[in-house]
């Protein structure tokens, strides 16, 4: 069984600098140094390049293993879950707010690559060695069975985060919960979406579309969003077999 969801903030953010030779530059430019009309040509060219997740290598937090920058939005993962960062403007008018999503009742032992990307990307922050160059990138990462016989990949589709909950034969998705906390609120639109709402914009998460293999067969399977409480999100399925899909 498996279950796959995707989301796209509706707010729009910065840009860091990304360099695949990072060793040529002795004074990195700063965006504050460059002309109003480069500073949005570059932003809007980031906006369009596919998702990549970032590998800490010590330019953060050592509790985050990965993170995901686009415009709008950063992702943190920890072994707990994510903690998403939602930012509308630029510079000292920029506004910014903060979700965060548990895995609940998880243990997770080991965030993992699950496909490394083309790109590097560098960190240059104070004197110069503090500078973190090269720093590898990746197409999709995974969470190692957070819950009993059940696994979770985040990965870039269309440029949306799409998480994909991989569950074995006779494992329970009832076990998948997630706990929101940060929101201003939490709740399903008419479509049956996860609609968690900030200080900046809403977080929109597709209804969940739901199949089971059969054989060749992929056979569609009736689910929805299931609002335990007012922080907490579970998958409410009408049925169950080995292999079954989920995509929100």
């Known amino acids: 069984m498996s279950v796959v969801r995707a989301f796209r903030p509706a707010a729009v953010v910065l840009a860091l600098g990304i360099a695949s030779t990072p060793q040529t530059f002795?004074?990195?430019?700063?965006?504050?140094?460059?002309?109003?009309?480069?500073?949005?040509?570059?932003?809007?060219?980031f906006g369009k390049l596919p998702l990549s997740f970032i590998e800490n290598?010590?330019?953060?937090?050592?509790?985050?293993a990965y993170t995901l920058r686009s415009p709008g939005h950063t992702t943190y993962f920890t072994p707990d879950g994510l903690t998403l960062r939602l930012t509308d403007?630029?510079?000292?008018?920029?506004?910014?707010?903060?979700?965060?999503?548990?895995?609940?009742?998880?243990?997770?032992?080991?965030?993992?690559?699950?496909?490394?990307?083309?790109?590097?990307?560098?960190?240059?922050?104070?004197?110069r060695d503090?500078?973190?160059?090269?720093?590898?990138t990746h197409e999709s990462i995974g969470y190692v069975q957070p819950w009993p016989g059940i696994d979770l990949t985040y990965r870039g589709h269309d440029g949306r985060l799409e998480s994909v909950y991989t569950v074995a034969p006779h494992a329970d998705p009832a076990r998948i919960r997630l706990r929101y906390s940060g929101q201003t609120s939490l709740a399903l639109d008419r479509?049956?979406?996860?609609?968690?709402t900030s200080s900046v914009g809403d977080v929109r998460e597709t209804a969940p579309v739901v199949?089971?293999?059969?054989?060749?067969?992929?056979?569609?399977?009736?689910?929805?969003?299931?609002?335990?409480?007012e922080n907490t999100v579970a998958f409410d399925v009408e049925r169950r077999g080995a292999e079954v899909v989920l995509r929100r």
């Open 57 to 64: 290598r010590g330019q953060i937090d050592a509790r985050v």
């Open 130 to 136: 503090s500078w973190k160059t090269a720093i590898p």
């Open 191 to 196: 479509d049956g979406n996860l609609v968690c």
């Open 26 to 45: 002795d004074r990195p430019r700063r965006p504050a140094d460059l002309p109003p009309a480069d500073r949005t040509r570059i932003h809007d060219r």
């Open 211 to 229: 199949y089971q293999d059969i054989g060749a067969r992929r056979v569609p399977v009736e689910a929805r969003f299931a609002l335990l409480d």
């Open 89 to 127: 403007g630029q510079g000292q008018d920029a506004r910014a707010h903060t979700i965060q999503v548990d895995l609940v009742d998880a243990a997770t032992d080991r965030i993992e690559s699950r496909g490394r990307a083309p790109g590097v990307v560098s960190y240059f922050r104070g004197p």
